[in-house]
Nanobody, 120 residues
Framework: LQLVESGGGLVQPGKSLTLSCAAS??????IGWFRQAPGKEREGVLC????????ISADDEKGRFTISKDNAKNMVYLQIKSLEPEDTAIYYC????????????????WGQGTQVTVSS
């Protein structure tokens, strides 16, 4: 299973950004988005279960992050709204055979990451 992230870049605070993760054959895996800021540990952002078979979105509790999945296109997306400088990090998508988790150790397959920099 190979995962390839894209969509990162330099973004102004307050703007929105959508990251993409291309992953063929991921239907049986939970797909998670993680991020790692400089000097900090990798943290889980959002995850979507393998049982999700159609495009569906799941938001985090603050509503700034949304994960969605399109099985037909073999794509998983992470939308980030109202970007803040604290969102600056490398964002990774990862696949795991168990249920969704915020623990990086539960995910066996990782993409190379895409850099998101939030700055004016």
């Amino acid at each position: 299973l190979q995962l390839v992230e894209s969509g990162g870049g330099l973004v102004q605070p307050g703007k929105s950004l959508t990251l993409s993760c291309a992953a063929s054959g991921f239907e049986k895996y939970a797909i998670g988005w993680f991020r790692q800021a400089p000097g900090k540990e990798r943290e889980g952002v959002l995850c979507i279960e393998s049982s999700v078979r159609s495009t569906i979105s799941a938001d985090d509790e603050k509503g700034r992050f949304t994960i969605s999945k399109d099985n037909a296109k073999n794509m998983v997306y992470l939308q980030i709204k109202s970007l803040e400088p604290e969102d600056t990090a490398i964002y990774y998508c990862a696949a795991g055979s168990n249920s969704c988790s915020r623990h990086a150790d539960d995910f066996a397959f990782w993409g190379q990451g895409t850099q998101v920099t939030v700055s004016s």
